[in-house]
């Protein structure tokens, strides 16, 4: 029947997808996820896994419904779900305009690109993760918060791990990543017992939409294990240019053995331009140790008072951020002044 009177009235026009701020409007062509439809229009989309997982591509949705390819709710949490927020890549229009938000800045990040690399040190800093030194055939380009996709050559997959410096203006060749032993886990395993040392790499990169946003609003920034990574790239970075801001760094562990890099937090604390407060955060320490400090979940510490107006900067794994995301809701940091790295399967595994 359709057919009949789209013979008798002509062809049927495309659904169309408007993208903010933006304001670019495309055709779709039937099917099309908007990151496909983004992409095929020249687009530079975010985008890193294309199977949702990776949640690089998340979306507001404005307008429209959507149908979920595979369903948000794998990689997105409730929070995120009930603000409008969809996946692109697994996103497939229903209605004739589908109007979706993106962070503006997300456009301007630098393009993906492939690189030859080398591991050229490693320095184990606790009994799971190990500092692991690349040098790459040129210099990359990235934000502060983004990650590399690494493997060896051949290699089947790859795996995503966030830069652990902060970016050069002219690019950084050498660069720094923390990576957790993964039990069982292949490429982990041979690093560190030492067996991709000096072996060549295949980098692509940058990835992810994890970075500092404008403002001076204070910065309440929440690690979990080896997701100190982005968040020393984000601190760095800020510290190196000067930007004044009042910063808390909660950094949760198991045990005192399990924190690492404290020197380094150590120094961005004494440059840091604004009050700069650190609480490292162990939640399997023994009772009877000397530890003095805090004790338990990492998110039960956020100091109260601190929050008027402030941003959160997440990284971790999922439990972690998803609890992290419902106490700064409590602490009147809405979900849209949080900002985060999720560790999921699609990116760590
Ligand atoms: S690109 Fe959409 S979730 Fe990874």
């Known amino acids: ?43 530079a989309y975010p985008h890193d896994c294309t199977v949702g997982t990776c949640a690089s591509c998340k979306t507001r949705l404005k307008q429209g419904r959507v149908r979920e390819a595979t369903p948000f709710g794998y990689t997105l949490s409730k929070a995120e779900l009930d603000a409008g927020y969809i996946l692109a890549c697994q996103a497939v229009p229903r209605d004739e305009l589908t109007v979706i938000e993106i962070d503006p800045l997300l456009a ?4 993906v690109e492939q690189f030859a690399a080398r591991i050229v040190a490693t320095e184990q800093l606790t009994h799971d993760i190990l500092k692991v030194t690349v040098q790459a055939d040129r210099p990359v380009h990235y934000v502060a918060g983004q990650y590399a996709n690494l493997r060896v050559p051949g290699a089947a997959r790859y795996r995503s791990y966030s830069f652990a410096n902060a970016p050069q203006r002219k690019g950084r060749s050498t660069l720094d990543f923390y990576i957790r032993k993964v039990p069982g886990g292949e490429f982990t395993e041979a690093l560190f017992r030492g067996e991709l040392d000096d072996e060549p790499m295949e980098m692509e990169a940058p990835h992810g939409t994890f970075h500092l946003h404008g403002g001076d609003a204070p910065m309440m920034c929440i690690a979990g294990g080896s997701g100190l990574a982005p968040l020393v790239s984000i601190l760095e970075h800020a510290r190196a240019n000067r930007i004044k801001r009042d910063c808390t760094l909660l950094f949760g562990a198991r045990t005192q053995g399990d924190l690492y ?38 998110t039960e510490h956020i100091p109260a008072g601190f929050c008027e107006g402030a941003e959160g900067y997440l990284c971790g794994p999922p439990p972690m951020i998803d609890a992290a995301i419902a106490r700064l809701a409590e602490h009147a940091i809405p979900l849209e002044r949080v900002f985060y790295d999720k560790f999921t399967d699609g990116r760590n595994p």
Do not use: Y
Request: glycine residues 8%; negative net charge.
């Open 108 to 111: 301007e990040l630098p393009p």
């Open 1 to 43: 029947m359709q057919s009949f009177f789209q013979s008798l009235f002509g062809k049927k026009a495309p659904k169309q997808l408007r993208i903010l701020p933006q304001d670019v409007t495309i055709d779709l062509t039937p099917g099309q996820t908007l990151l496909e439809a983004a992409l095929a229009n020249g687009i």
């Open 261 to 298: 890099q404290l020197e380094v937090i150590s120094n961005i604390a004494a440059n840091w331009q604004g009050e700069f407060r650190f609480i490292p955060v162990l939640s399997h320490e023994p009772e009877c140790s000397s530890w003095a400090g805090a004790r338990g979940l990492v």
